[in-house]
């Protein structure tokens, strides 16, 4: 056995350890349920400090949208409003095409033209996604802002801060957000439909393998969509797998890696731990709003951070 591939044994077992330990001590096989909001202090202990996601029920039923987002008061409210919609031939935005990091074509449109491709999606070309992480909520659609509550009060009060940013999802239901983290505490709501989230702890980081892609757009042109480099963004280190379909022969440290899968109805809340792997899909036409708040750093990022260098180690010493 080679000195490297003796380091990297010993990184594997010690990183393997790691995440057995992390799944017998404290993380659960599934998500849990609650059945009413926590209080701050119980959702801060049980679930923000050990950073573990839990789905929150009956937690928005004071929010007027709940019965007005139908699409013919979205059409009157906010018909008339230009908003950011995301759009790919595939449904994949942010996501490995052809291998590179492929953006969607971003265009401004009237709510009331998406609503009218939302009904007929299949007489236009293109997948749509209102999907701007901006908080695009309070920045386009102002008029209908005051139908959710401005912030989660027990989420506010167990981060110790208002939200960075909220955003407002509402697309087809080929869109598909490939697998990512995020550097935020997400207080996940759904108003319509449903979104389907795959989740992979951030303990299991050193399973998941990044490579290194040349950043790309879609553009549509006479009716076809072109891949076109984005020079000034460069290379981008994104995830190099799809957890629904993974292929364990170019990646099999992946196969370590324990997801879990977990459902958000209408009324429903997700906690989404900071730096949590996500991968979403969604029913047709479903809306959500979801709530960034700042992540705290501690210890805990430390940890993750050292299994994603080790992962980054492990696979250049690999490729040696
Ligand atoms: O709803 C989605 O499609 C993606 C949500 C997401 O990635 C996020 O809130 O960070």
């Not at 230009?82 to 401004?108: H, L, S, W």
């Not at 401005?150 to 801060?161: K, L, N, Q, V, Y």
């Not at 290379?235 to 797998?241: D, F, L, R």
Request: charged content about 25%.
């Amino acid at each position: 056995m080679s000195h490297s591939e003796g380091i990297i044994g010993t990184l594997d077992e010690a990183v393997e350890t790691l995440a057995a330990e992390a799944r017998e001590l404290y993380l659960d096989r599934h998500v849990p349920v609650l059945d009413a909001p926590p209080s701050p202090l119980s959702f801060y202990r049980e679930y923000v400090s050990p950073n573990k996601p839990v789905l929150i029920r009956n937690g928005l039923q004071h929010w007027t949208a709940n019965n007005k987002w139908t699409p013919q008061y979205l059409r009157e409210k906010i018909g008339g409003c230009v908003v950011t919609v995301a759009v790919t031939p595939n449904g994949y935005a942010d996501a490995i095409t052809d291998g590179k990091f492929v953006m969607p074509e971003e265009r401004r449109m009237e709510m009331s033209n998406f609503l009218d491709i939302m009904e007929h999606p299949d007489q236009h070309s293109g997948v749509f996604y209102i999907q701007k992480q901006n908080s695009n909520f309070t920045d386009e659609f102002r008029e209908i802002i005051g139908d959710v509550e401005s912030d989660i009060p027990w989420g506010t009060e167990a981060f110790g801060s208002l939200p960075d940013a909220v955003n407002f999802w509402m697309g087809d239901t080929r869109a598909v957000t490939s697998m990512h983290k995020d550097p935020y505490e997400n207080l996940y709501c759904v108003v319509r439909g449903s979104k389907t989230f795959m989740l992979i702890p951030p303990t299991d980081a050193a399973f998941v393998p990044y490579e290194t892609y040349q950043a790309a757009k879609f553009i549509e042109r006479d009716g076809e969509f072109q891949i076109e480099e984005d020079v000034d963004t460069g290379e981008v280190p994104w995830i190099a797998v799809n957890p629904l379909n993974p292929d364990l022969s170019l990646y099999p440290e992946f196969g370590k890696a324990r997801g879990v899968e977990v459902t958000v109805r209408e009324g429903e809340i997700l906690y989404l731990p900071s730096l949590w792997f996500h991968h979403v899909r969604q029913s047709h036409g479903c809306i959500a709003v979801d709530f960034w708040y700042d992540m705290q750093f501690d210890i805990k990022y430390n940890y993750y951070n050292f299994l994603q260098n080790v992962n980054s180690v492990n696979r250049k010493m690999t490729k040696i």
